[in-house]
């Protein structure tokens, strides 16, 4: 259950919110984002204990998905804000400039008490147009017992106002150096906080594009065949097994099988892969992806909230709702820094009244009112989860999913990251290597006379043959008979000449000797993992196919990197010895754990852990599932099983290895950001509350303008908004450039 909270003023509502509603019966957790203004919540509650809890803290809450949020994430304009700004900021200025009017009379007199009373009624209806929002959420959360941002702004500017209405309705209880007003001071700190607020949300709203544009994928229409009519339809109204017509440069709707036709789709939106893939009959395609070439016929399998694309959005949703253990630290902070900062201003009144050398009620006052206008939580909340949002954001964007904030910070700490092999260093999928063929057969009349007799079969390696072939456009011979041998191969007539197509064993039952340099390159083959099926055309041996699952194309590249960060690799696989020394030999790993069954790969990422390593696992299958969810951080392979994708911590849209590199790097660009947000943040108050207080006047005689601390207290939330935003635009490629 997602809920939007509008009216969250600082980091201070984080704990107060969280509170409430894991007190709800039923509430298993509870996790509010200040930078978005949404709390989500596990469980089972019911929505009208959810929504009455969050109003009796002092909030309003409504009820939202992912996609709805989008569309209310923007429910303050920023326009409004600026309007609001502009206004405050112009009569307030005026003001400040009729003061120093000579002619304009001052409050000691009868006609200078009417004229700024009238001035000060109003600044109090500027106050009320532009802060409203701001007194009316520091009056509810007195009335709920707690304090606020907005209880700061609401106290510094309300007794700049009160202090100035005093002196102008009674000026003779007050010495005539301390009758000065602050009306203006008033509206230019609303004004400033107003404009921070404007220039906040409109960048803010940066932060936020990965789910916008992911929302945007999704196209509102579809093209569905009907009692054999083509008819365009809402997207809500499509349901499981739909037939969907998609042509070419169109966006596919929901997620389904091809069952008639073939193009190439981009899926780059979603994986992070540029290069388009080829789809044909049975092969999956996936909502919100473009097709670029052809014209096909699907069945849909998974709509609404099913598809992949929902799933996707509700995933980033999430983890940019989590919070790493630094951002739980800013929150536990923020929850005593706004009665600290109320705390720290009225032991500052207390020694201004009486240690102040001249002007005592005024010195009170205005360093009262300072202290409480420059204390900013607000840049404390923002810190982590503004950099959380744009980095699991910019990760989304490069194919890479991540459940939540613990894993963002985890993953940069990584020191040894476990692979498994099959499907995650290779393919996963057997592919012809090499063709050897003897005089005066050639490579091309092998693997045609192979494709032609395996043309039938399901088995994995006959479709590598049958696709290799394809591949050159070799034409097929016609089979006049076929005899399965199992265990050893296959027996054929093509074109009136016997074929004999098999493993070892078939050539040797029927005593079929290869040369001695063809047997020792061979060997070599089979050493290397590969999988040999041998080729006898009328009782002659006639060459050999190689079979391999090959390896990733980007894999060496990706181990290199790797081992410039300092990490180690190391490769966990159930095969054999040599065939997994082989492959960790080409593509660099330091280290092999072979012949590891998969309820001891769980037992092997345990052991590196115990010798104080923070582990990473690489895997795609179902026997992963456990060594992932044991690793510090599981990363799955998007193109691996369900359960893999489930147990994991990080998930690779695409199939490809690099976002292994990039995650790391995201990771560490990631927590690098919140940890200077939250510096910061800490020294801004460290510094700026003391100032404020007026420790500096008895040595320099500086005494902080109330205005300037509006100001300030504005620019520091801005400041935390746009380091933050600066993820946005981390160059991933040129990590290693540098």
Request: with cysteine.
């Amino acid at each position: 259950m997602m809920l939007k909270i509008p009216d969250m003023a600082c980091a201070s509502c984080v704990r107060t919110i969280e509170k409430a509603l894991r007190g709800v019966p039923g509430v298993t957790q509870a996790k509010v984002n200040f930078a978005d203004k949404t709390a989500l919540i596990e469980g089972t509650p019911l929505i009208g204990d959810v929504l009455q809890a969050v109003k009796k803290a002092g909030y309003t809450a409504i009820a939202v998905t992912p996609s709805q949020h989008h569309l209310l994430a923007h429910e303050q304009d920023d326009k409004v804000l600026l309007k609001q700004s502009f206004l405050a900021g112009g009569v307030g200025i005026l003001i400040m400039l009729l003061s120093h009017l000579p002619m304009l009379p001052t409050v000691s007199s009868w006609s200078g008490q009417i004229i700024w009373g009238m001035i000060g009624l109003i600044t109090l209806f500027i106050m009320y147009y532009s802060a409203g929002d701001i007194y009316r959420s520091a009056f509810t959360s007195l009335l709920s017992r707690h304090a606020n941002m907005n209880t700061l702004i609401a106290m510094g500017t309300g007794v700049a106002w009160l202090f100035s209405m005093a002196v102008t309705l009674f000026p003779t209880l007050l010495p005539i150096s301390t009758r000065a007003v602050y009306f203006e001071a008033a509206l230019i700190i609303i004004a400033f906080i107003k404009f921070g607020n404007a220039l906040e949300i409109r960048t803010r709203g940066k932060t936020k594009e990965t789910i916008e544009k992911l929302i945007a994928l999704s196209p509102q229409t579809a093209r569905i065949v009907r009692d054999s009519q083509e008819i365009d339809v809402h997207i809500h109204d499509i349901v499981m097994g739909d037939l969907i017509r998609v042509r070419p440069g169109e966006k596919i709707p929901v997620d389904g099988v091809i069952v008639e036709g073939r193009s190439s789709i981009d899926q780059s939106m979603l994986t992070g892969e540029p290069i388009p893939i080829e789809k044909s009959v049975n092969d999956l395609v996936i909502g919100g992806t473009l097709n670029k070439t052809g014209t096909f016929l699907f069945c849909a399998t998974r709509v609404g909230n099913e598809t992949m694309l929902a799933h996707i959005i509700d995933m980033v949703k999430r983890a940019q709702n989590s919070k790493p253990p630094l951002a739980r630290l800013a929150d536990t902070i923020a929850n005593f820094f706004v009665p600290t900062v109320i705390l720290i201003a009225m032991i500052t009144a207390a020694l201004w009244y009486y240690f102040a050398p001249v002007d005592k009620v005024s010195f009170m006052c205005v360093t009262a009112a300072t202290v409480l206008l420059i204390a900013c939580p607000c840049a404390l909340g923002l810190a982590a989860p503004l950099a959380v949002m744009a980095g699991v954001g910019k990760a989304a964007e490069v194919g890479i999913l991540i459940r939540d904030g613990d894993a963002l910070q985890k993953t940069r700490a990584l020191n040894v990251i476990v692979f498994d092999k099959t499907g995650t260093i290779t393919e996963g999928k057997p592919s012809v290597t090499q063709i050897v063929a003897l005089p005066p057969w050639s490579e091309k009349d092998i693997l045609a006379l192979a494709a032609t007799i395996e043309q039938g079969s399901e088995h994995v390696l006959a479709e590598a043959i049958v696709v290799a072939a394809k591949k050159q456009a070799l034409s097929f011979s016609i089979m006049d008979t076929f005899n399965a041998l199992p265990g050893l191969g296959i027996s054929a007539e093509v074109d009136q000449r016997t074929i004999l197509l098999g493993n070892d064993k078939l050539m040797k039952e029927h005593h079929i000797k290869f040369d001695e340099d063809i047997v020792a390159q061979a060997d070599t083959l089979l050493s290397q993992g590969q999988t040999l099926v041998y080729l006898a055309i009328s009782n002659k041996a006639a060459g050999f196919i190689a079979i391999a699952d090959t390896i990733k194309p980007e894999a060496k590249r990706v181990i290199a990197q790797l081992h410039k960060m300092n990490v180690k690799t190391i490769m966990l696989s159930g095969d054999q010895e040599k065939a997994a020394r082989w492959v960790a030999k080409q593509v660099g790993m330091d280290e092999v754990m072979a012949e590891v069954l998969p309820a001891e790969k769980s037992e092997k990422i345990s052991m590196l852990q115990s010798k104080g390593n923070t582990v990473g696992m690489v895997g795609d299958g179902i026997n992963d599932a456990p060594a992932l969810a044991q690793a510090d951080v599981g990363i799955a392979i998007g193109a691996g099983t369900d359960v893999a994708i489930e147990s994991a911590d990080l998930i690779l849209m695409g199939n490809a290895l690099q976002g292994v590199v990039d995650a790391i790097v995201i990771s560490q660009a990631t927590v690098r950001n919140i940890k200077q947000n939250l510096f910061g943040a800490f020294i801004y108050n460290i510094i700026g509350i003391p100032i404020a207080a007026g420790v500096l006047y008895p040595f320099i005689g500086l005494l902080l303008n109330p205005m300037i601390a509006g100001a300030a207290m504005a620019l520091s939330s801005l400041t935390v908004v746009l380091n933050a935003n600066r993820l946005r635009f981390l160059k991933l490629g040129e990590y290693f450039t540098k």
